[in-house]
């Protein structure tokens, strides 16, 4: 298993802000990282794949970065409909391991 | 379209057993790669399966020994038959297409399992 850390886990920010989560591997994973976005009752969303790959679909504010170790979704010009918990997935292996999630709330 | 429709949840008791069922349509679950992830209440995700269409799987530690993914072909469902449930596997389980080994691209809605005596 592969110990992924995200920040934080929580935050709070207003309509048209930028905000960045950040998440960590706990050994190199090239760029085998994936971004989540899962909203109460509702099937998770994919949103970033390989790390930087935007989904069909979404929204070009949802951008990622990263790999190695160090990754990070940045979301600009926040919407209303961005109030969700975001979580990084791993898939490095065999494993599939999540972080912990970020909770994103909209003042 | 693609779409997945888990079922079989249900109120079971520790040491009990359930399968859970995920119907797939618009893609073969069998030429696919395909995992099953669970939410526990008020926790995080957490991977629990995969299948692989070469028909390997892969488990978490926590339900190793326990847990069996499969898949019946001709009904294109995926299934997790659950052993030896204990009070911490409750949550709702989601089924989703594993796509290129790497990201989750289409997931179910989930059906809810409740662990309790």
């Known amino acids: 298993d592969i110990a992924m850390t995200q920040s934080p886990s929580s935050l709070s920010a207003s309509v048209g802000d930028r905000v960045t989560i950040t998440c960590r591997a706990g ?10 976005q899962h909203k109460p009752g509702k099937a998770p969303k994919l949103l970033i794949y390989g790390a930087s790959t935007l989904q069909t679909g979404v ?10 170790s160090h990754f990070t979704l940045i979301i ?21 391991d999540f972080g912990q999630g970020t909770r994103l709330e909209i003042k | 379209e693609v779409q997945l429709e888990e079922s079989g949840g249900d109120l ?7 399968r859970l069922s995920c119907a797939a349509s618009g893609f073969s679950v069998s030429g696919n790669y395909m995992s099953w992830v669970r939410q526990a209440p008020g926790k995080g995700l957490e991977w629990v399966s995969s299948i692989y269409a070469s028909g390997h799987t892969y488990y978490t530690h926590s339900v190793e020994g326990r847990f069996t993914v499969s898949r019946d072909t001709s009904k294109n469902i995926l299934y997790l038959q659950m052993n030896s449930l204990r009070p911490d596997d409750a949550g709702v389980y989601y089924c989703a297409r594993l796509a290129d080994i790497r990201w989750l691209d289409y997931w179910g809605q989930g059906t809810l399992v409740a662990v309790s005596s």
């Open chain 1, 27 to 36: 050994q190199s994973i090239s760029q085998y990282l994936s971004w989540y």
């Open chain 1, 59 to 68: 929204p070009s504010r949802f951008s990622g970065s990263g790999s190695g």
């Open chain 1, 76 to 96: 600009n010009n926040l919407q209303p409909e961005d109030s969700a918990t975001y979580y990084c997935q791993q898939s490095y292996g065999t494993s599939y």
């Open chain 2, 12 to 18: 079971v008791q520790p040491g009990g057993s359930l």
